[in-house]
């Protein structure tokens, strides 16, 4: 049972990557799948999630910028991001195990993926 994000690398701000999130060994579709990041320095946030029916949440920091989806027939989600700033710079994980996106993807028993660094510089 495992997720793997991938994707991450170093681009200039204002440029945009896409995250991807794979996941294996357990139904996916079931769960709501959430986008976490980690700055140096700083606690694990979440910053967007979408739902088992496709509804998508977005943390303020990153509203109008990022934008996430998922395809159920291949088990991945995906974290388009756009209009990259500095304070962006983090390592990324997808989490899933919730029902919904309350918690952004968390529920009593989580799926982390192992983090892809993204980072920007200005």
């Known amino acids: 049972l495992q997720l793997q994000a991938s994707g991450g690398g170093l681009v200039q701000a204002g440029e945009s990557l896409r995250l991807s999130c794979a996941g294996s060994?357990?139904?996916?579709?079931?769960?709501?799948i959430g986008w976490w990041r980690e700055a140096p320095g700083k606690g694990r946030e979440g910053i967007s999630c979408i739902s088992r029916s496709g509804g998508a949440r977005y943390a303020d920091s990153v509203k109008g910028r990022f934008t996430i989806s998922r395809d159920n027939s291949k088990y991945m989600a995906y974290l388009q991001m756009n209009s990259l700033k500095a304070d962006d710079t983090a390592v990324y994980y997808c989490?899933?195990?919730?029902?919904?996106?309350?918690?952004?993807?968390?529920?009593?028993?989580?799926?982390w993926g192992q983090g892809t660094q993204v980072t920007v510089s200005s």
């Open positions: 989490v899933s195990g919730g029902e919904s996106c309350d918690e952004y993807g968390l529920g009593d028993h989580n799926y």
């Open positions: 060994g357990f139904a996916l579709e079931h769960f709501a």
